[in-house]
T-cell receptor
């Protein structure tokens, strides 16, 4: 199974600032994704990070607010821009491992609190 | 639109008890169903994945069943231990396209196993 390192693990940020979250995978993967988990809610897919092209965003999420980079097949970043308290969530990186069975693996998450 | 519901939202049991967690989905035409475990402030760990053609999967003390016709899955935990305390999430891909990455998650069951 893929090993996914995500950092920072947690951060407390001021309103109006931006935070970049990094996701590193120990093997090359085609598909990487970013999810958000707001307090008391389940996970929601933000976007698919595509290598060599712009990310594909889900309904309700836009590139200006959540710019994503995917410079190679093992790394991606998600930036949460111009933060407000409503952005306080756990942000999770995940990768799709293909083969006999397709399965999603998740990083340990970044717990973000915006004051 | 597929919706995933988990009941109960929270469960507290004494150590050693066998327990069942429930997951319901509104559209039975699923590709697979996955159970995850999430520890507080952490990412997700995949526990079991059941393909649509399967009725159950087992891993150690965990057994997951799938009844597509009734839109239900159960996660059975035998001889529960305090270390099993976590939030348990079920998830299914969207009905059309079967994109494993775009999982639709339930809101989870928060399990506390009392020593």
């Amino acid at each position: 199974s893929a090993v996914i390192s995500q950092k920072p693990s947690r951060d407390i940020c001021q309103r109006g600032t931006s935070l970049t979250i990094q996701c590193q995978v120990d093997s090359q993967v085609t598909m990487m994704f970013w999810y958000r988990q707001q307090p008391g809610q389940s996970l929601t897919l933000i976007a698919t990070a595509n290598q060599g092209s712009e990310a594909t965003y889900e309904s309700g999420f836009v590139i200006d607010k959540f710019p994503i980079s995917r410079p190679n097949l093992t790394f991606s970043t998600l930036t949460v821009s111009n933060m407000s308290p409503e952005d306080s969530s756990i942000y999770l990186c995940s990768v799709l491992q293909t083969g006999v069975q397709e399965k999603l693996f998740f990083g340990s998450g970044t717990q973000l609190s915006v004051l | 639109k597929q919706e995933v519901t988990q009941i109960p939202a929270a469960l507290s049991v004494p150590e050693g008890e066998n327990l069942v967690l429930n997951c319901s989905f509104t559209d039975s035409a699923i590709y697979n169903l996955q159970w995850f475990r999430q520890d507080p402030g952490k990412g997700l760990t995949s526990l079991l994945l059941i393909q649509s053609s399967q009725r159950e999967q087992t891993s150690g003390r965990l057994n997951a069943s799938l009844d597509k016709s009734s839109g239900r899955s159960t996660l059975y935990i035998a001889a529960s231990q305090p270390g099993d305390s976590a939030t348990y999430l079920c998830a299914v891909p969207p009905v059309y396209g079967g994109a494993t990455n775009k999982l639709i998650f339930g809101t989870g069951t928060l399990l506390a196993v009392q020593p």
